[in-house]
């Protein structure tokens, strides 16, 4: 899988990687195939630039929720970081990848819905499971949108 990502530590949890993701049976990600992807980012209006297409692939090539530091540290740095971060929230704004918050760090990864994961404290080891929260029709409210951070103790560890 490549080199773990290391968590930032909190006062309140230990300090964890991610170091494998399963995706829990009754969890099939749907992800939208490469030409798709680059098509959604031209049909919402945006030209995909040689370093968004490296970003792209680099999330493509990743299976796992990763951070934008990780993404510079993968392309040797031919991306500036404010580059990177820019183009991962246009990611998240078109809806090919989706931002979750786990251990205070920004995360991202590319799928059609957006999932969770759930992280094991102890080893860092992460399933996906699925979201079925939907906050449409919330009165007084518009582009609703939610974080969860999900942990616990996998069968392993306990």
Do not use: W
């Not at 949890?13 to 980012?41: G, H």
């Amino acid at each position: 899988m490549g080199k773990i990502p290391i968590l930032a530590q909190t006062a309140h949890t230990r300090m964890f990687a991610i170091r494998k993701i399963r995706i829990a049976n009754d969890l099939q990600l749907d992800y939208y195939p490469n030409i798709m992807m680059e098509q959604k980012i031209k049909q919402s209006g945006y030209k995909l630039t040689k370093p968004r297409e490296l970003v792209l692939k680099t999330l493509q090539n990743t299976h796992e929720p990763i951070c934008a530091q990780e993404i510079h540290k993968k392309l040797n740095k031919k991306v500036d970081l404010a580059s990177i971060y820019r183009t991962l929230n246009l990611f998240v704004s078109i809806g090919i990848a989706f931002k979750e918050i786990i251990s205070e760090k920004d995360l991202y990864y590319l799928a059609k819905k957006q999932h969770h994961h759930v992280i094991c404290t102890k080893c860092g080891y992460s399933e996906c499971i699925p979201c079925n929260h939907l906050f449409k029709n919330i009165k007084n409210f518009t582009n609703i949108s939610h974080n969860i951070t999900i942990s616990g103790i996998c069968k392993k560890c306990s």
